[in-house]
């Protein structure tokens, strides 16, 4: 079985750009194809799977890291997938976090991001894009021919390595060429003593374990606190 994760942030088109993935595969030969949703609190994606007639499973992290829950129950999701007898199994990370780093080394890593998310996110985002081997861009049919080549190329100065390509998630337009990359991955059957590419979010602290209060002297554990400095004026 293949196995490819795709991030990115919230609202980005991540679903969308599955979907039409899947259906370039499909057209490619790849016909069990089984999806894998990974979300916080709650989703309605499943939903859109289902009605396409796509095997899925649905998991919630709730109040705990999202990319600490993906790494939990990955290899018991690679497991349902053999079992399955999934030609293809393809994870969607929760896209809460511009810092996740849902992507895993010799595993085929995809980050969807959007054009309308403004021309500077690129650099906002961390690991699930600087990590990615193939960026793909939706919603450039919005804006203009300008703001799609700006917007590249800030992804660019991030991630000097991936394939970045534009894939309309309404039309479908290039996922047949994201489709023909990702077909070539490597088989697999379990993910023991493989690496994540980058290491998740650290924090072993108080409200880690369900502390609510306000306060230093509530704040045990690895707390990361920033430095203010006093304007001129005083209270300014």
Request: aromatic share 8%; glycine share 8%; net charge neutral.
């Amino acid at each position: 079985m293949k196995l490819i994760t795709i991030s990115g942030p919230p609202s980005s088109g991540k679903t969308s750009v599955i979907l039409k993935l899947i259906y370039a595969l499909k057209e490619k030969g790849v016909s069990q194809i089984g999806v894998v949703k990974f979300d916080c609190l709650t989703s309605f994606d499943q939903d859109r799977y289902t009605e396409a007639g796509i095997p899925v499973e649905v998991g919630f992290s709730g109040k705990v890291c999202p990319d600490h829950f993906f790494i939990s129950n990955i290899e018991d999701a690679v497991k349902w997938g053999v079992k399955s007898g999934f030609e293809m199994l393809i994870t969607e990370s929760a896209g809460l976090c511009n810092r996740c780093s849902p992507h895993i080394s010799e595993i085929p890593a995809v980050c969807v991001i959007d054009n309308l998310s403004g021309i500077n996110t690129p650099r906002k985002i961390g690991p699930m894009l600087k990590f990615a081997d193939y960026v793909v861009i939706t919603k450039g049919d919005i804006v203009s021919q300008a703001e799609r080549e700006v917007f590249k190329f800030n992804v660019r100065q991030i991630n000097t390595k991936a394939r970045i390509m534009f894939i309309n998630g309404i039309t479908g337009q290039g996922a047949f060429m994201l489709a023909k990359h990702l077909s070539e991955a490597i088989e697999i059957t379990t993910l023991s003593d493989m690496h994540l590419r980058f290491t998740t979010p650290a924090s072993v602290c108080s409200y880690c374990t369900g502390e609510t209060r306000i306060g230093d002297e509530f704040q045990n554990g690895m707390m990361k606190k920033m430095k203010f400095q006093v304007t001129a004026g005083g209270e300014n």
